[in-house]
């Protein structure tokens, strides 16, 4: 059909560019990383308050999005190193849950290290990370 200011097209040209249309959208969500670590407003942890930070190789949410805007989890990496990392999975924004002594992705199985780093499961880049100082007088953390 045609009209004032429309211009006839074909069935063939019409299944051409739906194929064409639909071919894109699935090339951009096999995109290795879709998603990057979420900005987010800084804020301050007590260590005490989190018991498992307490020990090397601890890990802990420290905000569920409430304070920073973005789920935020850090993990002991060493006696006076912390990293603090994005709780949204790089491939599709799923939240990302603590598994074991790293994360796991429920949305589609990715796993990740304690240090955010990919391990297993469906390909994406790393857990996103967030600038963090540690303030061993008042044992504080200061995260974004």
Known sequence: MSGPGCSSITRRELLERTLAGLGLGALAACG??????????????????????????????????????DPVAVARTGTSTFVALSLICPHRGSAVQISGSGFY????????????????????????????????????????
Do not use: E, M
Request: with cysteine; charged share 10%; glycine share 16%.
């Open 32 to 69: 290795a990383s879709l998603f990057t670590a979420p900005s987010i407003t800084a804020f301050t942890i007590k260590l005490a308050d989190f018991p498992s930070l307490a020990s090397v190789g601890g890990l802990a949410i420290v905000d569920d999005g409430a304070r920073s805007g």
């Open 105 to 144: 992705c429920p949305g589609h199985g990715a796993t990740f290290a304690a240090n955010g780093s990919w391990t297993g499961g469906q390909p994406t880049s790393n857990l996103g990370s967030y600038r963090i100082s540690y303030d061993t007088t008042n044992g504080t953390l200061q995260i974004g």
